[in-house]
């Protein structure tokens, strides 16, 4: 089973499992205290979840490529939106700054 470590914190999860589900279901903080209310449950057009992931996942789907190109985020900052993406190994997950997770400054 792939081990998914967000900041310190390891679980395990199925081979293929969401992240966004995989973090939520271990009550890690993927939310902001203001995303949580706000959020848009995982259909990926919000960008509240957005994460850098260091660990094989899968592709980025349609839905999260047009969501990161449209501000706050910015394509080329490499994050990805964990409700889109599927764990297929060991995965290093960061949370960065900002309501969306945007700030790698």
């Known amino acids: 089973m792939p081990k998914v470590d967000f900041h310190g914190t390891v679980i395990e999860c199925p081979a293929q499992a969401n992240l966004r ?18 959020h848009c449950r995982g259909h990926g057009t919000c960008g509240t979840c957005a994460v850098e992931i260091d660990g ?21 900052s490499g994050l ?8 297929l190994g060991d995965v290093r997950v960061t949370k960065h700054r900002g309501l969306w997770g945007q700030r790698t400054d």
């Open 80 to 87: 990805r939106l964990a409700c889109q993406c599927n764990v």
């Open 21 to 38: 589900v995989v973090l939520l279901r271990a009550r890690l903080p993927l939310y902001t205290v203001v995303a949580r209310a706000v």
């Open 56 to 76: 094989p996942v899968s592709d980025p789907t349609d839905a999260e490529l047009l969501r990161l190109r449209f501000p706050p985020h910015r394509l080329e």
